[in-house]
């Protein structure tokens, strides 16, 4: 059996942790990056949460501990910002936020589609909070996503890219109508839309070719 890269295993667990944070962090109450950004105390929730992780999977449980340390050194870096601020997330590639009521897994349907917002990394914390909190107010599509300070090895340039998902390409009504709350956001310059079902061809990876469903 092939050995597992400790480094390696600990990012997917980080990336596991915070999903299971989130989801039960938000079924006591208030969101994660609420709790964060408004300075308050949610340690015994978050070592809850955190014992059930490792309860339910020991071996990325103790692929944490080796990451970090111990369950308060993960606590102190969430408070850092770690998972909730792109510029301070250095364990993850992507900050997901779902809007309420949604399926986690609703992005990954043939049907869906994204607004994609290049930024550069000094203006992305700022146009994430927007982002989020809109589409935690149901102002925009099904979720959102943005990249973060961790180097991602298919990154081609420096700029960040935040995500807006919309549940079905073909509704062009309410693609266009997410587009026109993001230019009330502040979003005004041209940026494109492109479908789940060219990504899952291939069709991004394949450089120089641009596939663009809208643009506005």
Request: hydrophobic share 40%; aromatic share 12%.
């Amino acid at each position: 059996m092939e050995k597992v890269d400790p480094e390696a295993l600990a990012d997917v667990a980080y990336g596991l942790f915070e999903v299971m944070l989130n989801a039960g962090l938000r079924a006591m109450g208030p969101y994660l990056f609420e709790l964060v950004e408004g300075d308050i105390d949610f340690e015994a929730p978050f070592l809850q949460i955190f014992e059930k992780f490792c309860s339910e999977y020991p071996q990325l449980g103790e692929a944490l501990i080796f990451r970090f340390g111990s369950a308060g050194a993960i606590y102190h870096a969430i408070l850092a910002g770690e998972g909730v601020i792109p510029s301070r997330t250095t364990r993850m590639y992507w900050i997901v936020q779902d809007a309420p009521d949604v399926k986690p897994d609703a992005i990954e349907d043939e049907l869906a589609g994204k607004w994609l917002i290049f930024l550069p990394p000094e203006r992305v914390d700022e146009a994430w909070t927007l982002i989020r909190n809109a589409t935690c107010r149901k102002e925009l599509g099904i979720s959102a996503k943005v990249s973060t300070a961790k180097p991602n090895p298919d990154s081609r340039d420096s700029m960040k890219v935040i995500y807006v998902y919309t549940p079905d390409w073909q509704d062009e009504q309410e693609v266009m109508r997410i587009r026109e709350r993001l230019r009330e956001l502040g979003f005004t310059d041209r940026i494109g839309y492109k479908r789940n079902i060219e990504t899952y061809k291939g069709e991004y990876s394949q450089k120089g070719k641009r596939v663009t469903f809208y643009s506005a």
